[in-house]
């Protein structure tokens, strides 16, 4: 069996600013349009520009760089700019950006956490170099929750006692890059009263599995994102995996892209299920099999 995680992904490199260039990674991207006019949403979010139809589909399109709290991008600029089209947490949503610059192929281990101190890193998953200069990779999933706030339904589990005493005695490791998902994930637990721990990190998360089982404490769930820098989550299961005293943990991976290949790719690197995030009540339906 061969990790996927070994695989480069590619980025689309961007600008919201003059000076600062902007990412996200490819598989979340559909399609790039240029501007054109918008239909107007009656009472709805500033940023929120409007509408636009692609392919016959209606999209609502976003000022990216007033959402995230950088300048807004003035109607008298709009003509000049384009439209990257996303498809992840099972929306598709449309992000106005002032210039596309280009797609590179990188590796996900070149990509560090932000720095603590870095200006706006609340809305960074990442932080890389492309030809000596900084690129910053954007947090979509913190963007989504705030402009569209999450419903309350898809947020909170309904536990029997039975399954909540069968998910007691498991050991729970929460592993995502982005503080959103990992609030996400936390509330969820926290909201039936099931412990866990939970890091932001590949690497990290590794490193707790592999203490734990030292301690004949093993991890027995893991709950992982796909898509991290330093060490993805197709290679955190393939480590798992492939490392006796961890592999019998049983691997939840979990993505905001609305795609089955990720769900395919996750299997093959020995996943026990892949889940398009986020929904509480998936999630621990997913665990429960889990502690089967």
Request: aromatic content about 6%; hydrophobic content about 45%; glycine content about 6%.
């Amino acid at each position: 069996m061969k990790s996927k995680a070994g695989q480069s992904q590619g980025l689309l490199l961007f600008h919201l600013t003059q000076m600062q260039q902007f990412a996200l990674g490819t598989l979340k991207i559909r399609e790039i349009v240029p501007f054109s006019a918008l239909s107007k949403i009656p009472q709805s979010h500033p940023f929120i520009l409007g509408t636009l139809t692609v392919r016959g589909k209606t999209i609502a399109i976003i000022d990216m760089a007033g959402a995230i709290g950088f300048k807004p991008i003035a109607k008298s600029e709009q003509e000049k700019c384009y439209v990257i089209i996303t498809d992840c947490q099972r929306m598709v949503i449309g992000f106005l950006v002032r210039g596309i610059d280009k797609i590179i192929e990188c590796n996900w281990r070149d990509i560090e956490a932000p720095a603590a101190n870095l200006g706006h890193s609340a809305f960074l998953t990442g932080v890389t170099r492309v030809d000596d200069k900084l690129v910053q990779l954007l947090d979509v999933e913190l963007l989504m929750a705030k402009l569209f706030p999450q419903d309350p339904a898809t947020s909170r589990a309904m536990l029997t006692d039975v399954q909540r005493e069968r998910l007691k005695p498991m050991r729970i490791l929460l592993v995502d890059d982005s503080k959103v998902a990992r609030k996400q994930l936390s509330d969820a637990l926290d909201s039936i009263n099931i412990a866990y721990d939970v890091t932001a990190d590949g690497h990290d998360a590794l490193t707790i599995m592999q203490e734990a089982a030292n301690q004949q404490k093993p991890i027995n769930i893991l709950v992982s994102d796909i898509e991290m820098p330093g060490l993805d989550g197709y290679e955190l299961a393939f480590e798992v995996k492939n490392n006796p005293d961890l592999a019998d943990a049983y691997i939840i991976l979990h993505t905001s892209l609305s795609s089955e290949i990720s769900v395919s790719q996750a299997h093959q690197v020995g996943a026990n299920e892949a889940l398009t995030k986020f929904d509480a009540h998936e999630l621990i339906e997913a665990m429960l099999r889990g502690a089967k």
